[in-house]
């Protein structure tokens, strides 16, 4: 079963915009982690925050986490055609297993 | 440094025939992590292998099966293969499992007619 739930579902924005995607989780966490698909390949790790943590930077990339609502957000600041991806939320439980929700595609328009 | 590698990249089976997928982890990853991604979804998770023993499997039922050999290469079987097996499988490593991220291969795309 999905531990994380991505949402929208969808998101089309215009070049130069920010996109802002949301992960809510079941179950208590030791971190999550976002990744990054391009159509049909393999998916690339962009940040990793610890439940003990709030927010995480890198570069345009702005991760939050709120572990009383069991909530993470994904922003991307001015964002660039090449953005445009499926972006998943993973959850590790204690189990330490990597548990990913359902994605949100993020189409950024030139 | 060469990152996790899958064979093979495309299979094509029958149906009812039985399919083998490899995954090479990154040098040093002793975790290894196995989904299936079926068209337009997202990863459901197949198997969890960690310093050579199978850790956690998803809801998948027992024809999907697999192991993780000395070296932390791992292989994942599907028997009795069904339409609906068609899907790209991904691999991904890690070297602390859960603590550290994920790496992930660019998968096998698995078809069956």
């Known amino acids: 079963s999905q531990q994380g739930e991505e949402d929208p579902q969808a998101l089309s924005i215009q070049e130069g915009e920010n996109a802002t995607m949301n992960c809510s989780y079941k179950?208590?966490?030791?971190?999550l982690q976002w990744y990054r698909q391009n159509s049909g390949r393999g998916l690339v790790h962009l940040i990793l925050?610890?439940?003990?943590?709030r927010e995480k930077h890198s570069g345009r990339l702005r991760v939050t986490l709120d572990t009383s609502k069991k909530s993470s957000s994904l922003l991307i600041t001015a964002s660039r055609a090449a953005d445009t991806a499926s972006y998943f939320c993973?959850?590790?439980?204690?189990?330490?297993?990597?548990?990913f929700g359902s994605g949100t595609q993020l189409t950024v328009l030139p | 440094e060469a990152g996790v590698t899958q064979s093979p990249t495309h299979l094509i089976k029958t149906r009812g025939q039985q399919a083998t997928l490899r995954c090479s982890p990154i040098s040093g990853h002793t975790s290894v992590y196995w989904y299936q991604q079926a068209l337009g979804l997202g990863l459901q998770f197949l198997l969890w292998?960690?310093?050579?023993?199978?850790?956690n499997r998803g809801n998948f039922p027992p024809r999907f099966s697999g192991r993780q050999f000395p070296n932390y290469s791992s292989e994942l079987n599907v028997n009795a293969l069904e339409l609906e097996d068609s899907a790209l499988y991904l691999c991904a490593s890690s070297l602390l499992a859960g603590s550290t991220e994920a790496f992930f291969g660019q998968g096998t795309r698995l078809t069956v007619v």
């Open positions: 179950t208590s966490i030791n971190n």
């Open positions: 993973a959850t590790v439980q204690a189990a330490r297993q990597l548990t």
């Open positions: 292998y960690d310093e050579g023993e199978e850790r």
């Open positions: 925050i610890r439940s003990n943590e």
